[in-house]
């Protein structure tokens, strides 16, 4: 049978585990944690918050792989009545609508734009470049980077193009991502694979076969002594806010003078927390040469603008700083493919949400677990069919 070990415990790991255990490998995987998720993991109740806001595309890879496998559900939609709740700051005034530049630029094809041009410029020469700007900070919902005008065209446009499609296609696990990791978790257990949590591993095992390292890439670059195992990434600061209910407050409040955004979590679920409250999670875009402070700041302008008395009515409060924790940006000229390869080569795989597969957010990190396990199942019969032939070899009689 053939073995593979797996280093992490998040969603790509998962993935990678499920998928080599269902083609007959024998799996063990390693989670330094008590708890296996990454940053998919979901704190316990009574606020059942994530590490930053996460969301399913229903249009993405892993819906139908989840979805086939009964992983997928229960999620949840955003309600068509919090749609008329959007809100978004444009000259430091809170509005109902979006600047037309905006709408314009969700109805342009992603292969319209070029890979080799920065977003600002080319979207400003379609709509200007104050409508380009709004748009740009709109994708701080998606990009989690303090500057997504200066990304790739190509990149930042096609993550507009389905942040902003009708019907949304955001999904959220009821519950939080927790729940969907405990239902892939409970897939792996059924399949045979072998799960050891509170197993840091700080040296590369000795083994038998194909290891994956789906760790973040700072974790996977001191493991494996490898200096190439860099990307640049988001800088944010993470608020999760639980408020005494209140008629009329938004779904969203997208902040389009600089990149951030503000959801009503329990909109779509309300299992997130108690009755009778609202759990608010933000993630705010900051540069290299700003604070935690100035995040928090920026949050609780968009906190002032939009959710009227939020301080007397605030039951919970938590903050984070998270860096280089928010998957993949690609800069103009780069695409995913320039990102650190999958094979390491000697039999050595990555995944997660920084390394060169496609897709957006934690479908690139469910493509790069495919991808490793595929490879490290072909490294396995390769090697299994060097062994068969070699054992198999007629006897020559001229050496004996």
């Known amino acids: 049978m053939h073995e593979i070990t797996v280093i992490g415990g998040g969603f790509a790991g998962l993935t990678a585990a499920v998928a080599a255990a269902e083609s007959g490998a024998q799996v063990t995987l390693y989670e330094a944690h008590h708890t296996l998720g990454g940053r998919a993991r979901t704190a316990e109740g009574p606020y059942r918050t994530n590490d930053g806001p996460h969301a399913l595309y229903r249009r993405g890879p892993h819906w139908t792989w989840l979805q086939q496998r009964g992983l997928l559900e229960p999620v949840a939609a955003p309600p068509l009545r919090e749609g008329a709740r959007l809100r978004f700051r444009r000259g430091g005034v809170l509005r109902r609508t979006p600047p037309l530049a905006l709408l314009r630029l969700a109805l342009t094809k992603p292969e319209q734009a070029p890979v080799d041009s920065d977003f600002l410029t080319w979207a400003g020469s379609r709509v200007g470049e104050e409508g380009a700007r709004a748009a740009a900070h709109w994708m701080g919902v998606a990009l989690f980077h303090h500057d997504p005008g200066s990304l790739s065209a190509a990149f930042v446009q096609e993550r507009l193009r389905r942040s902003t499609s009708l019907p949304p296609e955001a999904h959220y696990p009821r519950g939080g991502w927790g729940r969907l990791i405990e239902r892939m978790a409970a897939r792996a257990w059924d399949l045979g694979v072998r799960i050891e949590t509170t197993s840091r591993v700080d040296a590369l095992p000795e083994r038998r076969g194909p290891v994956i390292v789906a760790t973040s890439l700072d974790a996977a670059r001191r493991l494996l002594g490898d200096s190439t195992l860099e990307g640049p990434s ?90 280089g924790r928010t998957g993949a940006v690609d800069l103009p000229g780069t695409t995913w493919r320039d990102r650190p390869r999958i094979d390491r080569g000697n ?30 199942l072909l490294a396995t019969k390769r090697t299994t069919e060097r062994t068969t032939e070699r054992t198999t070899e007629p006897l020559d009689l001229k050496r004996t």
Do not use: C, M
């Open 234 to 323: 988001g800088r944010t600061v993470l608020i999760d806010l639980a408020l005494r209910a209140r008629r009329g407050d938004p779904f969203v409040v997208s902040d389009l003078d600089a990149p951030g955004w503000l959801e009503r979590f329990t909109a779509s679920d309300r299992s997130l927390a108690p009755a009778g409250q609202s759990l608010i999670q933000g993630q705010l875009p900051i540069a290299p040469d700003r604070s935690k402070a100035d995040g928090i700041t920026h949050a609780e302008t968009l906190l002032d603008l939009g959710f009227p008395g939020w301080r007397e009515r605030t039951q919970w409060r938590r903050e984070a700083l998270a860096a």
């Open 347 to 376: 039999g050595i795989y990555l995944a997660g949400d920084q390394v060169a597969a496609p897709g957006l957010l934690s479908e690139v990190s469910f493509n790069s677990g495919l991808e490793a396990a595929s490879l490290a």
